[in-house]
């Protein structure tokens, strides 16, 4: 019986064949143990020479890291694996012997892995987050289903810019200029008012000179938008959206946070409702903690994000900030001008911004003096104008960044081991 080792589960008794990796061997006279990959999992398989003969077991000593196989043996429960399990071997047949695999179980510098990401995916800890990013993703689309979003897809190619027109990706689109997208959310917004609820899930770029452990050139959001909801609508619908997340690893990658050595006893409390400040008691509260390099109108900095979202055992709210530092589409509070109606949420234990969101302007007038003053240019935005020219209603919105969120569940200190082939400033290879 060919399987996998995700589903070896099954077999306990039985003898099944599994196509492998050697991630690693241990061996004595008698006896060689194999740690072993498929991809679904990580296995430890038994040799032992009495049971095999001669041959088998010279094949197995003689094992190379990553060399593949077919190996085939007996499932048995194994209860001091964290996994399980474990197979006594009865037969090895090679497929490709490795020669000079060049990560190695010792310790390498970050660039030399950086420019073998190609194979340092095949590692047991980027395993455990590239499982954990499959979780949240899985999660997030069960989310938006269960709530009745429709899924929509936004373009990469965009003749606009909702993001501010300085971190652009320039691209020639036959003789027309074209950007990579920035961010759904103007297309979002038309989608929403065709859907109702509607979310989407794609790659963004940035051409941020930004070199963070939380920057990324290109990155992945999850963006959704809803008709009909106002500021406060729409913290409620991103606090439970996070907690669901969060509560659906912790339940389905259990092993995988335990792989990465994760402190879950930070995560196991992460339940709505999420505390909330507004920008003017976070200025004073960091000039009380004794920040005194900023002022009211700046946007904050790591350390600054940091220093408030300590204070909080959960994901921190920080709404209303100066309608000066933010983007030209968001809706003004009702009672003063200076401020809009957004909110960042900020994770705990410094992983920074990992949502961006706000109420939408929808007069029309109003839109139109905000695009004046970003100097954005009309013609190309005469479709996003439609919006609130007809019918238009309240609607509110806001993105998740992916890589951010995987970073702070998994407890990795760098965005670049969040996302299979990270592309940062000075890197485009592998
Ligand atoms: O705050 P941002 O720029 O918001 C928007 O793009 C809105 N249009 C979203 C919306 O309302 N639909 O980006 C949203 C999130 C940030 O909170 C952060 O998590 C992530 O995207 N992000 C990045 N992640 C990695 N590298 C970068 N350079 C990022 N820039 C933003
Ligand atoms: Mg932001």
Same mark, same amino acid.
């Given at each position: 019986m060919k399987t996998t080792i995700a589903e070896v589960h099954q077999y306990v008794g039985?003898?099944?064949?599994?196509?492998?990796?050697?991630? +690693?061997?241990?061996?004595?006279?008698?006896?060689?143990?194999?740690?072993?990959?498929?991809?679904?999992?990580?296995?430890?398989g038994v040799v032992v020479k009495n049971d095999v003969g001669d041959e088998q077991f010279q094949v197995a000593k003689s094992l190379t890291q990553e060399s593949s196989m077919y190996v085939t043996g007996v499932i048995q429960e194994d209860s001091r694996s964290p996994f399980g399990y474990e197979m006594l071997v009865s037969k090895v047949e090679l497929? @490709?012997?490795?020669? #000079?695999?060049?990560?190695?179980?010792? @310790?390498?510098?970050?660039?030399?892995?950086?420019?073998?990401? *190609?194979? %340092?995916?095949?590692?047991?800890?980027?395993?455990?987050? $590239?499982?954990?990013?499959?979780?949240?993703?899985? !999660?997030?689309?069960?989310?938006? @289903? @269960?709530?009745?979003?429709?899924?929509? #897809?936004? =373009?990469?190619?965009t003749g606009s810019s909702p993001e501010g027109t300085t971190e652009l990706f320039h691209t020639k689109y036959f003789d027309e200029d074209a950007y990579l997208s920035q961010s759904g959310q103007l297309y979002m917004e038309a989608a !929403?008012?065709?859907?109702?609820?509607?979310?989407?899930?794609?790659?963004? &770029?940035? !051409?941020?000179?930004?070199?963070?452990?939380? *920057?990324?050139?290109?990155? %992945? $959001?999850?963006? =959704?938008?809803?008709?009909?909801?106002?500021?406060?609508?729409?913290?409620?619908v991103q606090e439970e959206y996070v907690s669901y997340i969060i509560q659906s690893v912790l339940k389905n990658c259990s092993l995988e946070l335990e792989?990465?050595?994760?402190?879950?006893?930070?995560?196991e409390n992460i339940k709505a409702p999420f505390p909330r400040i507004m920008y003017d008691d976070a200025i004073k509260f960091l000039h009380e903690?004794?920040? +005194? #390099?900023?002022? %009211?109108?700046?946007? &904050?900095? !790591? =350390?600054?994000?940091?220093?408030?979202?300590?204070h909080f055992d959960k994901p921190v709210f920080i709404t209303h900030y100066p309608t000066k530092i933010k983007p030209f589409y968001m809706q003004p509070a009702p009672d003063r001008d200076d401020v809009?109606?957004?909110? #960042? $949420?900020?994770?705990p234990e410094g992983?920074?911004?990992i949502i961006g969101g706000s109420e939408r302007i929808h007069d029309p007038e109003l839109l139109k003096q905000r695009m004046d003053e970003h100097n954005l240019p009309l013609e190309a935005y005469e479709w996003y104008l439609d919006i609130s020219k007809y019918g238009a209603v309240p609607h509110s919105g806001f993105g998740l960044g992916l890589e951010r969120t995987v970073a702070w569940i998994t407890g990795v200190e760098h965005v670049r081991e969040t996302i299979p082939f990270p592309r940062l400033l000075n890197r485009l290879y592998p």
């Open positions: 039985q003898e099944v064949t599994i196509g492998a990796w050697l991630a +690693n061997k241990r061996s004595s006279g008698k006896i060689a143990f194999l740690q072993l990959r498929d991809g679904t999992g990580f296995i430890q497929i @490709n012997q490795a020669i #000079d695999y060049p990560i190695t179980p010792k @310790n390498h510098g970050t660039e030399f892995l950086m420019d073998h990401r *190609h194979l %340092w995916l095949r590692s047991r800890r980027q395993h455990a987050i $590239m499982k954990v990013r499959n979780e949240i993703i899985r !999660a997030s689309y069960e989310f938006f @289903n @269960n709530n009745n979003f429709v899924k929509v #897809d936004p =373009p990469i190619l !929403a008012m065709a859907l109702g609820k509607v979310f989407s899930f794609g790659p963004t &770029f940035r !051409a941020e000179k930004s070199k963070t452990r939380r *920057h990324l050139i290109e990155f %992945w $959001m999850i963006e =959704p938008e809803m008709a009909f909801y106002q500021f406060e609508d729409s913290l409620k792989r990465l050595e994760r402190d879950t006893s930070k995560l903690q004794g920040f +005194n #390099d900023i002022e %009211w109108g700046d946007d &904050f900095g !790591a =350390p600054h994000e940091t220093a408030i979202a300590d809009v109606l957004c909110a #960042d $949420m900020i994770a992983y920074g911004e």
